[in-house]
């Protein structure tokens, strides 16, 4: 990139296990963008928080002879994505059930935050 800060991108995932064909692009672009020098922070909110059990990211599938959404998480880690989840009032959390790479649950107000302070938000 030429500036000399890296800009950030917040991509807002939405799409879950009933729309399985959507839930690679948002890391694929995340992993993308990060090689490119920006600074991503992916947030599931929504039925993507779904994304963030390793049982749903180990056994989903957005091409039947694709890899899962786990391998196209773990690219984006890789490459230095942040990753959030949004924390639905009242919904307990098996904290135990969650994938690794996930780095922090966060909530609405912080990601309604995040849309006004980052540069570029997309919504895959």
Same mark, same amino acid.
């Given at each position: 990139? +030429?500036?000399?800060?890296? @800009?950030?991108?917040?991509?807002?995932?939405?799409?879950?296990?009933?729309?399985? !064909?959507?839930? !690679? !692009?948002?890391?694929?672009?995340?992993?993308? /963008?990060?090689?490119?020098?920006? @600074?991503?922070?992916?947030? $599931?909110? %929504?039925?993507?928080? @779904?994304?963030? @059990?390793?049982?749903?990211?180990?056994?989903?599938? !957005?091409? =039947?002879?694709?890899?899962?959404?786990?391998?196209?998480i773990?690219q984006?880690?890789?490459?230095g994505?942040?990753? /959030?989840?949004?924390?639905?009032?009242? $919904?307990?959390?098996?904290?135990?059930?969650?994938?690794?790479? /996930?780095?922090?649950? =966060?909530?609405g %107000?912080?990601?309604?935050?995040?849309?006004?302070e980052?540069?570029k938000? $997309? +919504? /895959?």
């Amino acid at each position: 990139m +030429s500036n000399t800060t890296a @800009q950030r991108v917040l991509i807002v995932v939405t799409s879950g296990p009933s729309t399985a !064909a959507r839930c !690679a !692009a948002p890391f694929y672009t995340a992993t993308l /963008l990060a090689c490119m020098d920006a @600074q991503v922070t992916v947030f $599931l909110s %929504g039925e993507a928080a @779904q994304l963030a @059990q390793a049982e749903v990211a180990d056994n989903l599938y !957005a091409a =039947a002879d694709g890899e899962s959404v786990r391998h196209f998480i773990q690219q984006a880690k890789s490459a230095g994505v942040r990753l /959030l989840m949004c924390r639905a009032p009242g $919904l307990v959390i098996d904290e135990s059930g969650l994938i690794p790479e /996930l780095d922090d649950i =966060a909530s609405g %107000g912080e990601l309604a935050q995040m849309i006004l302070e980052y540069e570029k938000v $997309l +919504s /895959l």
